[in-house]
């Protein structure tokens, strides 16, 4: 038995909807994915800046309080008495270290704090050998000590007024035991599965949640691999226990070492079902509310036909009868049809459209994101246009957040959005790059121009009340993009270097970046 018209416009619509819908949540499912993992990378690749800012900085303070307290120790250096008594000091006041010592350049040890067994003994170890034969400030590889235990040693050098070296002052970690880095990293573990850990410059394991991991040479990682190689970034890996990971990792200048702070691929994406269930819920009332619509429709365009076939299976061959049988074609059915169908499609359509806008949308402050800047880049570098950059980064941010609490923090990075709102101009295009940190995209401006703009911004924020009512002040860091000669990622490093020589040397302020 034929179909009926009816069934085949239902056919039609139905599969038509289910087409788009299908495709529409195809296409939400891939770019959702792709979103979550893209932040995953990018939290844990800014992730591990942090704590490697955090780590640079003690390792500096470390060796600032050695240095402080070197005359001391040169003054003292034939009593072992008063040796001790400084080297308690320096072990209550830095409490960076598990233990401080001072050795002769024979590798005699003159004294300890604490008291671990080796004052008067010569150290063969392989680290206190090292800083014996370079005579100079270093952060040695681990190493196991004479007392047995696995260790770094951090070293400067002593020297008398003649400039003899006379041994050395240094301060250990103990890698297996209560340490610094193990304050700093150990609360950075997530219930998701996330964590940090430490390698050293010759990717051994400093620091791991697994503490039966420590020591462990993990080179065979990708990720230790980049950051044996000095590099920094993010990275989609397997790592040596065959897990799928998602890491961001960083290089710390100054001790050689690496932080890697990484999230499961899974973990990732647990999100991703729910809200694929969320947008297939919010189209199921729409979806029924055309499908009722279509049945309505599909009876009154089918019944004209319908009758005429009927008419037309009992009609004779009077030919008067059949005149009275011609019907003329139902063209503005069917063009109501179409339009139903073109409708709905524009909607699903629509959906679409609003899904890709808020990918490139910043959701707090309602700033375009990262991922809007590289496709605005790419516009730019394709049309051959000049252009200057603002990097803005919120001076001791993470303090707000600690006071005031994350919602207060929220607060402070609208209130910048506001004021960078305030001194943009048509053209230019301010973004979110993530966390406090900020851009602002100045299309065919040149560097006096933007370092304008940056400094009118910049005293914009120091003179206004933030919603924490405590003063917040900005760094910022300028360039200009003019020459093809010059690579996109080579120049945004160029104006980060910037923006972290303004915070480096004393914050609220802006410097400009030139081209060489």
Known sequence: MKKPLRFWILSLITFTMLGILGSTLLSSYLVTKDRLIENSLENNKVYAQKLAQLSSEAFSSMQTNLDARKTDVMNNFQYTSSLTTILDQILISGKYFNSVSVIDSTGLVLATSPNVGIAGNIIE????????????????????????????????????????????????????????????????????????????????????????????????????????????????????????????????????????????????????????????????????????????????????????????????????????????????????????????????????????????????????NRRYSELLFEDLLNQHESFSIILIDIDHFKSVNDEFGHSAGDNVLIFLTEKMLEVMRDKDVCIRLGGEEFAIILPKTDLEAAYKLAEILRGNVESSIPPTNKLITISTGVGEHNSEQESLTDFIQRVDLALYKAKSSGRNKSIISIHQ
């Open 125 to 368: 170890s392989y680290g206190v050998r090292e800083a014996l034969s370079k005579k100079e400030s270093l952060i040695t590889s681990p190493y196991y000590a004479a007392t047995g235990r696995l260790l770094i040693l951090v070293s400067t050098p002593l020297f008398n007024d003649e400039n003899e070296y006379m041994g050395m002052l240094n301060g250990t970690i103990y890698l297996h035991e209560e340490n610094f880095i193990h304050n700093v990293l150990s609360k950075h573990y997530a219930e998701d599965g996330s964590y940090v850990f430490v390698v050293d410059k010759k990717g051994i394991l400093i620091y791991h949640p697994d503490s039966s991991r420590i020591g462990e040479i993990v080179t065979e990682n990708p990720v230790v691999q980049k950051l044996l190689n000095k590099e920094d970034g993010s990275l989609e890996v397997v790592n040596t226990k065959g897990k799928h990971m998602l890491a961001g990792y960083n290089y710390i200048e100054s001790s050689g070492w690496g932080i890697v702070s990484q999230t499961p691929f899974e973990s990732s994406l647990t999100s991703l079902n729910a809200i694929m269930l969320k947008m297939f819920l919010n189209a199921l009332p729409l979806g029924a509310f055309f499908f009722i619509l279509a049945f309505v429709l599909s009876g009154k365009l089918a019944s004209p036909l319908k009758k005429l076939a009927m008419d037309t299976l009992h009609s004779t061959d009077d030919k008067e009868r059949m005149e009275e049988l011609i019907i003329p074609p139902l063209y503005f059915e069917a063009k109501q049809l179409t339009e139903t169908i073109e409708n709905y499609r524009k909607k699903q359509q629509a959906r679409v459209d609003i899904f890709k806008e808020l990918s490139l949308t910043d959701p707090l402050t309602g700033l375009r």
